[in-house]
């Protein structure tokens, strides 16, 4: 089974960067759809990113278009989500998930997802 080990989560300011990474083994990241999802306090768990794994196409959720890049990088077998322009609301516990299925459309409904990483904290003070 898939294993997956989320890290580069912390505090930053408004208007700051992070980026986050997720590290995947028992199996190489390329033979899944890989995503991103974050939950904050109170909140569903909502999806913010996904890239396809049979062709590279990337989905991003209304919210963080134009200041989130979702990637991997295969031969680290690591996906990353780099976020920029971070506002307050950004907040919440952000968790890697794999799939061998084909979610398409359906990318942000966390049912199809498979394996889950442990989530790591994003704060974004106001």
């Known amino acids: 089974q898939l294993q997956l080990v989320e890290s580069g989560g912390g505090l930053v300011q408004p208007g700051g960067s992070l980026r986050l990474s997720c590290v995947g083994s028992g199996l190489t990241l390329g033979y899944y759809a890989i995503a991103w999802f974050r939950q904050a306090p109170g909140r569903e768990r909502e999806g913010v990113s996904s890239?396809?794994?049979?062709?590279?196409?990337?989905y991003y959720a209304d919210s963080v278009k134009g200041r989130f890049t979702i990637f991997r990088d295969t031969t680290k077998n690591t996906l990353y989500l780099q976020m920029n322009s971070l506002k307050a609301e950004d907040t919440a516990v952000y968790y890697c998930a794999a799939t061998r299925r084909r979610p398409g459309t359906q990318w942000n409904n966390q049912y199809y997802y498979d394996d889950w990483g442990q989530g790591t904290q994003v704060t974004v003070s106001s």
């Open positions: 890239i396809r794994h049979y062709d590279g196409n990337t």
